[in-house]
């Protein structure tokens, strides 16, 4: 049997011409055959892979050749550095959206805000949020009971006791409760844009990623009825595709928000727009 760095030379050499970043997937999913951290691979390099080990390795490569996402070959990804079950009934949670929780994190909300997370997914910008202000009361829904089967598993993982999460379509299923923030990383991907045949986004759920009117039907639907669930001065925030940074400043500013800004993700595209409910 190859020895792990020989295994691990063979597998980037395979992975070059199907992944934008093939030594990582390769690392990422030998690790996670071995269950063991990092640094082993460095400290134990020359050791050989047992057969099971070898075999299993090369048929999670064989997969991600396929195309299959790291994320759902272990079945874990990390977000704010916090360890999330994934799988394919939701989106896989993205670095660019620790973006929409650092600017969160930045308002000046109050000690015990009640936050609202719309279509939580795996419940990664919930759980986020909760982790950091334990005090905070979170709210995160999502249409699809998969995914709040999902999130509720992380929650419990995590042992976050100020998160509730709520199977609702948007807002259909809350009570008369209102929020100092809103938070949301709606679909936002028009139905006939390209990069749906690409990468990650063929194993994800269309629902999660595409919305009608050039993918911004969903935000104007929630800008549109979030007035209800705000307080006053309350703020509303969305990740959204890197070139509707106006749209969404003008479908705040259309549906009377006040102070509409769009802030720029890890590659400085524009990335999260937030507004406040006008008094």
Known sequence: MPSI???LKAATIQLQAHSDSPKLDAEVLLLHVLDKPRSYLFAWGDTPLSDEHHHQF??????????HPVAHLTGIREFWSLPLFVNNSTLIPRPDTETLVEQALALPLPDNARVLDLGTGTGAI???LASE???WC???????????????KNQQNLAL???EIIQSDWFNALNDVKYELIVSNPPYIDEHDPHLQQGDVRFEPLSALVAGDNGLADIEHIICNAKAYL??????MFEHGFEQGEAVRNLFTKH?????RTERDLGQNDRITLAELAS
């Open 133 to 135: 202000h334990p005090q």
């Open 231 to 236: 307080v006053e001065g309350g703020v509303l």
């Open 126 to 128: 919930a759980l986020a």
């Open 256 to 260: 009377g928000y006040k102070n509409p």
């Open 138 to 152: 979170v709210h995160a829904i999502d249409a699809s009971a998969d995914a709040v089967e999902l999130a509720r």
């Open 58 to 67: 090369q048929q999670l490569i064989a997969q991600r050749l396929q195309g």
């Open 161 to 163: 006791s100020n998160v």
């Open 5 to 7: 760095d020989a295994a």
